[in-house]
């Protein structure tokens, strides 16, 4: 497969304006420290003859390769390479980002809508760099059996992968979508850069879920955007329970059309040496438009930021708001931030936080029923981490929780 | 046999049992009586090893063996349950993964969910322990988790209390089963240790032996029903002012 750079058209003026602006949050990251080129790797037509390494990698993060019968699609970037890409149902693509800018004109519209080119250096970045990244669309009224999964793999060492990825809904579709992110297991550096744009149309469903798994060298900065029209469901799962060395990522979802649902679940676990600052945010623009950002985090040594704000704007919103955070051992920090802003009479917005520790007095419970006190402690840590997925389908709730419990050892 | 021979204990320094003993045959059941905050459940959080409270003096023996110093796990694992009067709320632990752990993969999925049956608890197998619970729920599924954990001695802190009236027979009945009430009294193992403010379980469960405890010391000892009839008549002042008689004529 050949290389296809975009054409889609780049704010580029706005993007060079902002080359140097400094993100709102997290720790600055001198992006020309990082290698930018790299060589193209070839087209595999069977992802199964990816290394061993690579594929033992990428299985961490939920992505099948060895057989992938239970996928609508699959496609892997590694570096600035797709590598494969492949939709295996009707009605849903599944190819490059830079490809699909050359096959549809229309697509360059839907570029920088969700998320703005100048919001800071690392969308500048991207913008003015882009490395590819994927483009997934399920055409109207066509439903995913399967999900479609996408990986995003960094092998080269001390690499910036600058990744531009698109998701289309169109009106009355659904989508379910597996992402892993995730690195060759080394101790060198690199810079993960992501812009991930959200279109949902009216009557769409779409489940995004997001695993990631670094090494503790890796800096993290991806930029969403989604938008949710009138009756569009959006729900995204995410997780991270392995080290990294920086990331900070705070995604902004809209619900501008009437009676839109957006719910966040974020698993998030900090080993010593991570720094994590993640939020999610979602505007209610539409009238009873409504949604749930929940986190739980856990610290065993590491930092975590967590953010959540819910913006109402219009009749009957509803949103909900909950942070959760355990600190096992070790120094770690735990920072729950949860905001609120409601500009009109009659919307319903509320939020529960709690950092701490586990209850001994939980523990002893469970103690009294003849569960050592590592047994117990590893249950409750389970149960914390079990947040209930609303409307993801089974196959997908398992290998979230496969991944939540392949990650879990190790905690306790 | 449970036998507590002159047990002394005290939560954050201070002394809340002096010299209790009592002793427990297979298969007996026997009712601890007494007002609030005579340390009833402090003897049964005792017996059973939270290390909130120390043990200042006596020894808890159970089937022959010294367990005064054992840790709660190690306890549970040699026979002893327990159901609170208050259970904690665990988060995103559901029932379903707790009575499994209660059963250590010792009892088929029939006969758990037989049980979960006849607790009446089969709707709430996939809530998260106690979040939510009415009074009569939280008591159903302690006695369930019992009922997992085949406990040699079963330790009750005030099964009936909050529990409706519909609800108190079906509690009465699970207790039943939980201390073998069905074998003769001759083929029973089962022990039970039943701490109850009201006296209503009584109604439902029956029992050998009763004591009275006030201000961290067993008074009487004599038949369940009698003392229930001396309590219901005079109150548990009597009780108190009697004990201190005796006390002051000893």
């Given amino acids: ?380 840590v389970r149960g914390f981490l079990n947040v209930d997925i609303e409307g993801l389908p089974p196959e997908l709730n398992l290998e979230m929780h496969r991944a939540i419990e392949t990650s879990e050892k190790g905690i306790v | 046999m449970l036998e507590i021979k002159r047990l002394s204990v005290a939560v954050e320094g201070k002394t809340i049992l002096h010299d209790v003993n009592l002793s427990i045959r297979d298969g007996e059941t026997h009712v601890l009586f007494g007002p609030n905050g005579s340390g009833k459940t402090t003897l049964l959080m005792t017996i059973m090893g939270s290390p909130k409270y120390q043990i200042t003096g006596g020894n808890i023996i159970f089937m022959g063996e010294d367990i005064t110093r054992l840790p709660l796990d190690e306890k549970a694992r040699l026979g002893l349950g327990i159901s609170l009067q208050r259970p904690p709320v665990v988060r995103g632990v559901r029932m379903r993964d707790m009575v499994a752990a209660c059963a250590k993969g010792q009892m088929d999925e029939k006969t758990i969910d037989s049980m979960v049956e006849q607790a009446n608890l089969t709707e709430l197998m996939d809530r998260e322990i106690n979040y939510g619970f009415s009074g009569g729920e939280m008591k159903r599924s302690e006695l369930l988790q019992l009922m997992a954990q085949r406990p040699a001695l079963v330790l009750l802190d005030e099964p009936e209390s909050g529990v409706d009236l519909e609800n108190i027979a079906l509690i009465g009945k699970l207790i039943n089963e939980l201390l073998e009430k069905d074998c003769p009294l001759s083929y029973r193992k089962c022990m039970g240790l039943v701490i109850t403010h009201t006296g209503h379980i009584l109604d439902y469960v029956n029992a050998r032996t009763g004591y009275v405890m006030s201000n961290g010391v067993i008074g009487c000892e004599g038949d369940p029903h009698e003392i229930l009839k001396t309590v219901k008549e005079k109150g548990y002042e009597e009780c108190v002012a009697c004990l201190v008689r005796r006390a002051s004529n000893a």
């Fill in chain 1, 1 to 380: 497969m050949r290389e296809v750079k975009p054409t889609g058209q780049i704010p580029e003026d706005k993007a060079r304006a902002a080359a140097s602006r400094l993100a709102s949050f997290g720790e600055d990251i001198d992006i020309e420290r990082y290698a930018h080129s790299t060589e193209e790797l070839p087209y595999q037509n069977d992802p199964s003859r990816l290394s061993y390494e690579a594929r033992q990698q990428m299985l961490q993060a939920g992505v099948v390769l060895d057989n992938s019968s239970q996928r609508s699609g699959t496609i892997i970037q590694m570096d600035h390479s797709i590598v494969h890409s492949l939709s295996q149902q009707e009605g849903i693509e599944v190819m490059g980002t830079n490809l699909a800018l050359e096959k549809y004109d229309w697509l360059s519209d839907y570029l920088w809508k969700a998320v703005a080119v100048d919001a800071d250096k690392y969308t500048a970045h991207v913008g003015l760099n882009q490395s590819n990244g994927y483009f997934i669309r399920a055409l109207p009224g066509s439903k995913t059996v399967y999900p479609v999964q996408a990986c995003l793999y960094l092998e080269k060492s001390n690499l910036a992968q600058n990744v531009h990825n698109i998701i289309i809904a169109e009106e009355g579709s659904e989508l379910h979508i597996i992402t892993g992110c995730t690195t060759a297991p080394r101790e060198e550096a690199g810079l993960h850069l992501g812009v991930s744009e959200f279109y949902i149309k009216r009557g769409a469903r779409v489940s995004f879920t997001m695993i990631h798994s670094w090494t503790p060298e890796i800096a993290v900065r991806p930029r969403t955007g989604i938008i949710v029209e009138e009756d569009g469901v959006y729900l995204s799962n995410y997780v991270i329970m392995k080290p990294v060395h920086s990331i900070q990522t705070n995604p902004i979802a809209r619900c501008v059309g009437d009676n839109a649902v957006v719910r966040f679940n974020s698993i998030l676990v900090a080993s010593p040496g991570s720094s994590m600052d993640l939020g999610s945010r979602v505007i209610l623009d539409g009238k009873g438009s409504r949604t749930e950002v929940i986190s739980r985090a856990i610290t065993t040594g590491g930092d975590i930021l967590a953010r959540g704000y819910i913006e109402g704007n219009a009749p009957d919103v509803k949103g909900h708001l909950e942070c959760r955070g355990l600190i096992l051992k070790g120094e770690g920090m735990i920072h729950a931030i949860p905001e609120l802003k409601g500009t009109l009479a009659g919307i319903d917005l509320s939020h529960e936080a709690a950092v701490g520790k586990i209850a001994e007095e939980e523990v002893e419970y469970l103690m009294m029923r003849g569960l050592t006190r590592d047994e117990a402690t590893a249950t409750i």
